[in-house]
């Protein structure tokens, strides 16, 4: 049984959900989203303020999605009353990050800069060496942070590359003199 999707997920003012056959959708201050589910495992009710979720079969796939909708769902809720943002920050002489219209243009040590266009409603803005990059969406915020970070990942000598912000480098000791 799952814990996180026995509990009702509240939903706060401002905020509407509707449900539409398998599409949940979600509309808040800060947009809209909208999701669909596989209707013939769980069942998702709006009632008193809350969504309910209960699970229809007790089949094991149906009873590991369960918890996972309800994390889906509270994710949406929380996106379109806060939003979700990352930071990335970029190490390295010579390594910098600038907006070229609605791309990221970014020189990291490679023969050629690199552009990466940011999805639908992901907005990525450029401080110095911080990519702050923001939407409603948690996955698509987390997918193209990601995408960013792997274009040049932090290398353990010197810290060069792209990071998160509260990211931790392990650091290794160089080459050693011979004595």
Same mark, same amino acid.
């Given at each position: 049984?799952?814990?996180?999707?026995?509990?009702?997920?509240?939903?706060?003012?401002?905020?509407?959900?509707?449900?539409?056959?398998?599409?949940?959708?979600?509309?808040?201050?800060?947009?809209?989203?909208?999701?669909?589910?596989?209707?013939?495992?769980?069942?998702?009710?709006?009632?008193?303020?809350?969504?309910?979720?209960?699970?229809?079969?007790?089949?094991?796939?149906? *009873?590991?999605?369960? =918890?996972?909708?309800?994390?889906?769902?509270?994710?949406?809720?929380? %996106? $379109?009353?806060?939003?979700? @943002? #990352?930071?990335?920050?970029?190490?390295?002489?010579?390594?910098?990050?600038?907006?070229?219209?609605?791309?990221? *243009?970014?020189?990291? =040590?490679?023969?050629?800069?690199?552009?990466?266009?940011?999805?639908? %409603? $992901?907005?990525?803005?450029? @401080? #110095?060496?911080?990519?702050?990059?923001?939407?409603?969406?948690?996955?698509?915020?987390?997918?193209?942070?990601?995408?960013?970070?792997?274009?040049?990942?932090?290398?353990?000598?010197?810290?060069?590359?792209?990071?998160?912000?509260?990211?931790?480098?392990?650091?290794?000791?160089?080459?050693?003199?011979?004595?």
């Amino acid at each position: 049984m799952s814990r996180i999707g026995k509990k009702p997920i509240l939903i706060p003012e401002k905020v509407e959900v509707k449900i539409d056959g398998d599409i949940v959708a979600v509309k808040g201050p800060l947009g809209e989203m909208r999701r669909s589910f596989r209707e013939n495992d769980i069942e998702i009710a709006v009632k008193d303020g809350c969504v309910v979720l209960n699970a229809k079969r007790k089949s094991r796939q149906a *009873l590991a999605l369960w =918890g996972t909708y309800a994390s889906h769902i509270k994710n949406m809720i929380e %996106g $379109v009353t806060k939003g979700f @943002e #990352k930071k990335l920050v970029i190490e390295g002489i010579g390594y910098r990050a600038q907006m070229e219209g609605l791309k990221l *243009l970014l020189n990291l =040590g490679l023969s050629h800069p690199v552009k990466a266009a940011a999805p639908d %409603g $992901v907005k990525a803005q450029v @401080e #110095k060496n911080v990519i702050t990059i923001s939407g409603v969406d948690k996955e698509k915020v987390g997918q193209f942070s990601a995408e960013i970070r792997a274009l040049k990942k932090p290398e353990p000598y010197k810290g060069k590359g792209i990071r998160y912000e509260n990211e931790i480098v392990r650091r290794k000791t160089g080459k050693k003199a011979a004595a």
